[in-house]
């Protein structure tokens, strides 16, 4: 007799996808495990963030040039403590390192997967109590197992991602995760200290009715980027609209607003940055992996995200991400 499960919880849900999947080794599902861990121990910090001093700046600045609160020091540990340690990861990228770290023992030698991510995005944001996020994607290595991963495991195209994913410290914590086989989201449950299945099978409406984006850069925006904006701005109840602005200023809370209730989010490059500031390999190829598998789309442009050949680890992208029906009238602006 099959036991009724209410809410069946993150290890338990990668559990039954390895169940379906008598092939599979259990790693991918291991590493989803294993950054579930770290989300949770990051959470606790993050909540108590206004009250243990760990708030303010860390007084060192990080490679992109930013200032680095404490948290960002503390999530990026945490999560590349558990994946060093555990048996699924051969290296990881960071936003918050240089280079790569190559984990470089027996164990992470034979690990199929790499992980990239940008361990607290939005951090800009910690001090007004404003969702921050976590963002992850991972990847099958292309070096040869049982050697030190290479630099080439981390400069893969978005479309060779095996799984991709965020957590949304916000109003509720969330993990949200695409694998080839969709998109699940997973709510924090305090009661049992695990994440929970909330959101099965999330797909990204084909519509929407809210743009995002930094109106304060408009005057350094292409002008075809311009005419989209006005176009958003003059939608009624004829043309589909009215359209609703909405800017966290936090990828994270802003994206995932949008996957679930529709939308655009865009982060144009500007005369001052034309290749945006969005990072492509842990920020834009994950959320573009995501949304895609939920029915949306994500371009930087011209091409589409996940088609892009990365050259460097840090490097940013503008970047152009919703759903489908929105990006198909921003890219009739784009590329008419
Ligand atoms: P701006 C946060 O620093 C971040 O990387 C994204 O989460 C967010 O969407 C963007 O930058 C906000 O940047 O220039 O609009 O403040």
Do not use: W
């Not at 995002?212 to 350094?220: L, R």
């Amino acid at each position: 007799m099959a036991i009724n499960r209410n809410i069946q919880t993150l290890d338990e849900f990668t559990i039954q996808q390895m169940r379906a999947f008598p092939q599979a080794t259990g790693e991918l599902s291991g590493l989803l495990r294993d950054i579930g861990l770290a989300a949770k121990r990051v959470n606790v910090e993050v909540n108590k963030a206004g009250l243990v001093d760990i708030l303010g700046d860390a007084g060192t600045m990080n490679v992109q040039g930013e200032e680095v609160k404490k948290l960002d020091i503390l999530a990026n540990n945490e999560f590349m403590g558990v994946l060093q340690h555990g048996i699924s990861c051969a290296g990881i990228g960071s936003e918050e390192l240089d280079d790569i770290v190559i984990f470089d023992d027996e164990v992470s030698n034979k690990s199929k997967y790499i992980c990239m991510f940008d361990p607290l995005d939005g951090s800009s944001n910690i001090d007004v109590n404003v969702s921050i996020g976590t963002i992850f994607s991972v990847y099958r290595r292309v070096s040869e197992l049982g050697k030190p991963a290479t630099k080439e495991d981390f400069l893969q195209p978005g479309n060779k991602q095996v799984a991709a994913g965020y957590i949304v410290y916000g109003s509720s914590t969330m993990m949200v995760y695409a694998t080839k086989r969709g998109v699940n989201g997973f709510t924090l449950d305090q009661s049992i200290g695990e994440f929970s299945l909330s959101h099965p099978d999330m797909k990204c409406p084909d519509a929407g009715k809210v743009y995002s984006v930094n109106h304060g850069n408009y005057f350094q925006y292409d002008q075809k980027v311009k005419d989209y904006i006005t176009a958003c701005q003059q939608k009624n109840s004829s043309n589909g609209g009215p359209y609703t602005q909405r800017y966290i200023g936090s990828m994270v809370s802003d994206v995932h607003r949008n996957l679930i209730k529709g939308g655009i989010f865009m982060y144009p490059g500007t005369t001052d940055r034309p290749k945006g500031k969005l990072r492509l390999l842990y920020e834009c190829n994950p959320f573009a992996f995501i949304v895609e598998k939920a029915g949306g789309k994500a371009t930087n442009g011209e091409i589409r995200i996940l088609d892009v050949q990365p050259t460097e680890l840090h490097q940013r992208t503008p970047f152009f991400i919703g759903s489908k029906s929105m990006m198909e009238e921003l890219e009739s602006h784009l590329n008419p």
